[in-house]
């Protein structure tokens, strides 16, 4: 049951991946599924606490710091289960009460969420939390493997939410604090801020910033090698309510707006104000038409020419038709394009109380609005912001939105997924055997996976995607070591570190080679998959990341052939499992292509051979068949060999051995640990004539266990029914043909009813899985067939009627 299970934690998590290449959607598949596995995971969590939320990584201090409810806690960035230091900061009972008074839940909203965490030199941070609606911050030092608040206690309106609940973001530049949050206790009042000397901040009127949900900040160096002369900015990522659009209901998008870092406000217009903040709409359009998605994380990957970063963003739907979630990356280069030189939008009235907004035609004032100060400005002799005059000010004022929208890098989104939510992105930079450097993304999701993916010259590949909660749950923070590899992710419930990369989790070469990762590559001396970046690598290593090319490997050993005895009349399971998710298992009797018949049913986990005669002895091997840029790659997985039982017994051991088979089949597939057994057992070397494969546990005797062999065999059917059902649907077959390239055609994803045996036991027959290449086109059409099912899984199996099959059987023992 327990590989059932996996199945269906699979099926929820179910990534479609798409791309959108000349008009065709895409699908992808992460190429292997890891489930949850406590041993290859570091997990901190301390018993009472809660909400692990904020993260600040110390590379020079060696320590993760992490920002929990009323706690901060310092742990070893090498295994973050190992906690070297904690201070506990509650809230009092006098503000507990306050902000319980003010009708907040007591025990849940009126407590210290820790919601800031910057460096603020080598030994001391700065702290914020929510406090109980009521926000403050501190400074805390981390020495000597201690950690001490300083206990200053300073104001945190404005620097920090009052709700935890609220989405927030802040980023310290210098000394400044730089905080995109809700300075009132109502949540009403949305600020972009800058806590300094001269404290400036965004304007409130709806043009700026309208019910807006922050989400991300980050700063460019446009300073460095500037020939304009041009300053820092800080970038800031959000959704908003549109004012742009005319639509029946609130229609969310989502913007990125920056700010210059030495802006100080107007002298007369915009006091204390940004005069350079202005904002545009991020376009990031879904392969099929559908509201503008929202922006949900963002990272940037940070090159030595800032002019070359690039920001990549998760968006997830804003209604809740879809579940498509998309991944877009857009360079500095072209916001900066945007915001320097594209058109403004500009307010005008249509009919009495009603505004649109349309391009602004008219004159620019010089200079140029939202600009920073730059040697042009200066030439005017325009030092700073405060000498900005009132046109360019209140140009800005009342006009802070661009006319163009931000294009992504590609065209359109990087991936696209469909299934759980994409909630966090991290982004590293790998450099591959070839020399040249991969951006690697890791992208959490709303039920606990971290899926990792790479895009090779416009192709996306999702290499894997790995359980790193075992009770699903949304990964809230990511965080990336890329000197230490390791991925931190925070939830509710407590931290997981994951390495970058498992290479030892690839068995084989062409497993390596397929996996297409550029940590890791096939090492022929140590006949290995190893880690590119460690020393340990021979000179001789193959890694094929483009094409996936496993011509260099050495061929495999062959594998062992298992000996099987036959007795006629019962059922025979052969367990053999793909190599991934991508690849497809053929069965072969003699040289003859087995597909599933009334005689053999292939199912995911292996072959049953049902009501087994003579003429079924006999050479039987899987092949896992992986394809990977038109090349199909053809794997022996298993061989058996079964002949007829030396010693044949009465009836009665017939059915008991056919009935111990099946569940044997069964329990071979639990816990999704069947694949190791399963080489094992097709390496157990010569041939074992008198051990039997499935050993014999059952006594009953008779037509009641005749019985259960047919419900036992219904009940596998069911079941791998079901698990190929999930696996058609995790990989978007349902309605998509997909398989390898000659084969496409032909699928059709339709169950089939048979008959099989007499009219006392009805069967299922379904057409063997079909997975695909990792990326399929196919047409538009079949992509909306897919979108416009809503959840073909659990609609189609209502249909099936398993349950009403073994319920036949029910009725039939009871006679
Ligand atoms: C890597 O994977 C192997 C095989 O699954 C496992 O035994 C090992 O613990 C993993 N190592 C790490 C560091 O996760
Ligand atoms: C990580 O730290 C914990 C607690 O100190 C320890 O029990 C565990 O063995 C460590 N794991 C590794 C792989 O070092
Ligand atoms: C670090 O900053 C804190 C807070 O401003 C200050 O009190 C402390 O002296 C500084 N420490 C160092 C080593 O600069
Ligand atoms: C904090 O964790 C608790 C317990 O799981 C959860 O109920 C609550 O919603 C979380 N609060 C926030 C702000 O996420």
New binding site residues.
Partial sequence: MGYFLVQCVCCINSPICSTRSLGLTVYCVPRKTFPY?Y???RLFREEGIWNYSTMLLREDQGVLLLGAREAIYALDIHNITNKKAAVYWRVTKEKQKECAYKGKQSEVECRNYIQTLHPVNDTTMYVCGTNAFSPICDYMSYSDGRLVMYGRQEEGKGKCPFDPFQRYSSLMVGSDLYSATFINFLGSEPVVLRSSNTAVRTEFKSSWLNEPTFVYMDHIPESADSAEGDDDKVYLFFSENAMEYDFYSKLTVSRVARVCKEDMGGQRTLQRKWTSFVKARLDCSLPEPSLPPIVQDVFLLKHQNWRRSVFYAVFTPQSGSSRMSAVCAYSVAAIREVFNEGKFKTSVAVETSHVKWIMYSGELPVPRPGACINNAARKLGMRSSLDLPDKTLQFIRDRPLMDEAIRPLTGGPLLVTQGAALTRIVVDNVLALDGHVYPVMFIGTENGFIQKAVNYAGEMFVIEEIQVYEDPQPISTLRLSSTKGHVYAGSVSGVVQM?VS?C??QGSCSDCVLARDPYCAWDLSAARCSAVSSNSIGSAAVQSLAEGDTSKCTPPEPVSVIEVNLVPGNNIQLPCRADSNLAQVHWFFSDRRLRSSPQYYVYSGGLLLLNASGSDVGRYACDSVEWSHGEMHNKTVAVYHLKLSPGLGGAEEEEEEGKTAVDDGVANSSGGSDIPSTTEQARIPGPKPEEPLLPETQTDGGRVAGLRVAVAVLALMCLSLFAALVWKVKRGVWCLPLGGPQESKAKTPVVEYAHVHNHTTSAVKMPEPAPGSPCIGNNNHSAVDFKGNGHPLFTSMADISCLDGLGYINDESEI
């Fill in positions: 596995q041993e290859d995971l390495p498992n030892s989790r």
